[in-house]
């Protein structure tokens, strides 16, 4: 695997779990954000004899921003899913703060870690504030009712997520990057330490890519909220994040700050195509020149 | 906090949350209730039972006016002797328990007697089950999240069904637990449904197909049997259960029937959160806390229970499962909480109106004084109703 030399920082990759955490980002790491960390991690699907992630382990800067890029079928959503308990791992563990996602209480979880999923369904009659409130659902008991605090949540979701415009509106007559703003309100709601996002712009026009780039870049000046997020967008990753993880057939293939993981060695040997990357002062701008045939 | 403020976290939703926190979703405990669609989805079904029931009680071969059966429904000598009404609610015997009175209790008119003890109970019971099929309904289209889903698609009635046929063709001494018999049978194959379905947890898709399974395989099965029915009587009165009946029901079936339904509705209105957050979708659920696995399990199970309830009352009743829920959110919107509390109407107006078909329709058409099972008057009335539905609006339920 001539690959595992992309990386000019050359990090070890063969075991080292807290690299991230604990090489560059250690300076401005904030301490009381929580910590998320896959061990090893084995994660496939009950359909497929192969695992999609073999033996890979991740661990997020703590109130920090760690993108997670790779090319269609790289094992990044998978990855994404196994941190955030919704695949059980075949092998390894995830901690999040020292405990085992997997062992703790569904909803203790939720209230610790929030997952912004690919596809979300939801009723075209409800309305944003309805659905914000569904954040909320984890902080309740079985009976209790919304309270002055679940309030403010929902409102300071909608404020971060720039939807206060829409917030009476229903749900089935917003165009794609409204509904994501929406939906993105909704686990800023659940208020919790760590947030996972699954391709939260693809499929988005710019404008709304740039609002969701830019709630994510607030959470990453507060540093008191942990995200993981997968982009299709490697610019973007490069600009939004702290790190920039890069996944190729279910292995992590470079890991680091985005001027040292966005390269063009990367991008010929992980997404098959020759390119320009050059540095800039709002990080590293790609030029993609053509698609790479053959092994 | 406002914590200190006595009128703070009141049931009038009148709490300030300054300007940037205007209100919660919900405006206190029962603010949602107080939704002027669901007030006249309400009004209105209320006003269908009362006029359905009115014509219920009327006519029959002890006919009277209008005027006569409103004043025997709202005799007093009923209505404000507590005896009478625990004799008919909870039986003789207990309420002779309850009350410590053992002498006779008052004589009632003949019409009092006629509207009380034979046409009232039959309204009644049609309310209780068209409640319990609609909330069942409405619980299954949710935890399946499929639109065609009612309160049988989980193997429920197939299982009901099969059962309903052995006891009547091979064990006949059991014909008097049918009723439980069958409930048992909708339940037992619900199991066998989810079983089937489980592999390492369910999906809606397999819980579907495995009830479509169970369904064919119990319904292959129940077809056969007729075969062995020696007795004419015995395949009418098969048949009254498969498709549901109201004929002959009593304060009996009220008296079976409305402690479950009361658990069953009760459950239902205390998960419709849970089913609201199952509508964003199973990952979404997930992602939110909530142990999909379990919360699913025993929301089926509840409106097994409702289903069952029905069932052991009226037999098999297709159609207002499947429709009363689709109205009930064209009329008020996708909130499950909503939408179980509007079924609590519309499905009686539903089920109580069609009864009036089932009970007095033969009558006016062909002058014989013959009844048909209720069950046939809600597919007639219901699939048109539903095709009605499907031509006005594009997305037919919005799940």
Request: hydrophobic share 45%; aromatic share 6%.
């Amino acid at each position: 695997m001539s690959i595992e030399r992309v990386n000019a920082t050359d990090r070890d990759e063969s075991g080292g779990s807290n690299d991230i955490a604990g090489a560059r980002g250690s300076d401005d790491a904030a301490t009381d954000a929580s910590d998320l960390d896959g061990q090893s991690l084995v994660l496939g699907y009950p359909s497929a004899p192969e695992p999609v992630i073999d033996g890979e382990s991740i661990a997020a800067e703590p109130g920090a921003v760690t993108a997670l890029v790779g090319p269609n079928g790289s094992g990044k959503s998978t990855l994404l899913k196994g941190l955030a308990n919704q695949i059980a791992p075949d092998d390894g563990s995830v901690l999040l703060d020292g405990r085992d996602v997997h062992s703790m209480d569904t909803k203790a979880l939720a209230r610790k870690l929030g997952l912004l999923s690919q596809e979300s369904t939801s009723p075209d009659s409800i309305t944003v504030e309805e659905l914000v409130y569904h954040g909320r659902y984890p902080h309740r008991g079985f009976f209790e009712r919304t309270t002055e605090a679940d309030a403010r949540a929902v409102e300071r979701a909608i404020d971060l997520a720039g939807c206060g415009h829409l917030r009476d509106r229903e749900v089935g007559s917003l165009s794609g990057g409204q509904k994501q703003l929406a939906w993105i309100a909704l686990v800023l709601a659940q208020d919790t330490d760590v947030l996972l996002l699954d391709e939260p712009t693809t499929f988005l026009d710019l404008h709304h890519q740039m609002e969701v780039m830019e709630i994510i870049e607030t959470l990453r000046s507060d540093s008191e909220v942990t995200v993981v997020v997968v982009l299709h967008d490697l610019e973007q990753a490069a600009r939004i994040a702290d790190r920039v993880v890069a996944l190729n057939d279910g292995e992590i293939r470079a890991r680091g700050p985005p001027e040292e993981v966005v390269t063009e060695d990367l991008l010929s040997e992980v997404f098959r195509v020759d390119a320009h990357v050059v540095d800039t002062d709002r990080g590293p701008r790609v030029t993609p020149l053509r698609a790479r045939h053959g092994e | 906090m406002s914590g200190d403020e006595p009128t703070a976290g009141g049931a009038t939703g009148s709490v300030d949350y300054g300007d940037s926190a205007r209100r919660p979703a919900e405006g206190g405990r029962l603010g949602w209730l107080f939704d002027p669609r669901l007030l006249l989805v309400a009004g209105g079904s209320v006003a269908v039972v009362a006029l359905a029931g009115l014509v219920q009680v009327s006519f029959g071969t002890y006919s009277m006016t209008a005027a006569q059966a409103w004043r025997a429904v709202l005799d007093p000598a009923v209505l404000f002797d507590p005896r009478w009404l625990l004799n008919f609610l909870v039986g003789e015997e207990l309420m002779r328990a309850i009350t410590g009175f053992q002498g006779a209790l008052p004589e009632l008119t003949r019409e009092t007697l006629v509207v009380w003890n034979i046409r009232l109970p039959r309204v009644l019971v049609g309310a209780i089950v068209g409640m319990n099929l609609a909330v069942s309904g409405a619980i299954f289209q949710a935890v399946t999240r499929n639109e065609l889903a009612s309160p049988f698609i989980l193997g429920v009635s197939s299982g009901a069904g099969l059962m309903i046929l052995l006891t009547l063709v091979v064990f006949g001494g059991l014909s008097a637990f049918l009723p439980l018999i069958a409930a048992v049978g909708g339940s037992v194959a619900f199991l066998l449904v989810y079983a089937i379905a489980w592999k390492n947890g369910t999906s809606p898709v397999r819980l579907v197909l495995a009830g479509v399974i169970v369904g064919t395989v119990f319904n292959s099965l129940q077809t056969g049997l007729f075969f062995f029915a020696d007795d004419i009587s015995v395949v009418q009165s098969a048949i009254q259960w498969t498709t549901g009946s109201l004929t002959g029901t009593d304060w009996e079936q009220v008296r079976m029937a409305l402690p479950w339904t009361l658990v069953a509705l009760v459950l239902s209105l205390a998960g419709a959160r849970q089913l609201n957050l199952l509508l964003l979708g199973e990952q979404t659920a997930k992602a939110l806390g909530m142990s999909i696995e379990r919360v699913r399990f025993a929301l089926s199970g509840v409106a097994v229970l409702a289903a069952a309830a029905s069932i052991a009352v009226a037999g098999i009743v297709s159609f207002v499962g499947l429709i009363v829920p689709h109205v009930v959110r064209t009329l008020v919107g996708s909130d499950y909480k909503r939408v179980i509390v509007g079924c609590l109407f519309v499905g009686p107006a539903l089920l109580v109106g069609a009864d009036v078909g089932a009970r007095l329709g033969m009558g006016v058409i062909t002058g014989a004084d013959a009844q048909v099972p209720v069950g046939i008057v809600t597919g007639l009335v219901g699939g048109p109703y539903f095709l009605y539905l499907m031509r006005r609006q594009q997305n037919v339920g919005d799940l």
